[in-house]
Nanobody, 116 residues
């Protein structure tokens, strides 16, 4: 079955950096685009970034452009999100998602807290 396991979250100060990982299994990872979403307490889940199956094209939410980078290692079935210059507004649970027909599969997410 499809499994997505996010990791790498933690507590960081404003301006700090984190790298999130999403370990995928149960499907042909290299055939699917992948995305990152985030959800803050009491708020709707929001799109963060997306990457094509081969990693050749990416898109980002305006709120993270220039600060976050999505990339993937298909040989390791792993998706990444490098987050730099973190802000208080980035505090949320971050989850990865498969683009397309497997979009209903979600992992537990990983908590990112940005606080001084």
């Amino acid at each position: 079955q499809v499994q997505l396991v996010e990791s790498g979250g933690g507590l960081v100060q404003p301006g700090g950096s984190l790298r999130l990982s999403c370990a995928a299994s149960g499907f042909m990872f290299s055939s699917y685009g992948m995305s990152w979403y985030r959800q803050a307490p009491g708020k709707e889940r929001d799109f963060v970034a997306i990457i094509t199956s081969g990693g050749g094209s990416t898109s980002y939410a305006d709120s993270v452009k220039g600060r976050f980078t999505i990339y993937r290692d298909n040989a390791k079935n792993t998706l990444y999100l490098q987050m730099n210059n973190l802000k208080h507004e980035d505090t949320a649970v971050y989850s990865c998602n498969v683009v397309g027909n497997l979009e209903n599969y979600w992992g537990q997410g990983t908590q990112v807290t940005v606080s001084s």
